[in-house]
């Protein structure tokens, strides 16, 4: 768990999103609309600088929650057929 490239990127989105620990780096916000404070929300709280970072952090967690999903799949053998 610890080697997850995306683990911290994806621990700081969850509290961003779940337990609403929000700040503001009101240096990000390039425009003074909805949609530029909710990006600036979400590059303070994941330390993420730009969209393009933002989406290769997001895809790294993507790709890693698969890897793990498949871990646990055969830890727990999911992919047997059973008969009856």
Known sequence: MN???SR???QKLR???HYQELTIDL???KKNLLSSQIL???F???GIRSMAEFRTFF???MNEVKLLQ???RNILNLDTTYSS
């Open 3 to 5: 080697t997850l490239v």
């Open 8 to 10: 911290k990127f994806a």
């Open 15 to 17: 509290n961003t999103i």
């Open 27 to 29: 240096s990000v916000v």
């Open 40 to 42: 600036a929300i979400y």
């Open 44 to 46: 303070s709280n994941t």
């Open 59 to 61: 895809s790294s967690m």
């Open 70 to 72: 498949n871990v646990i």
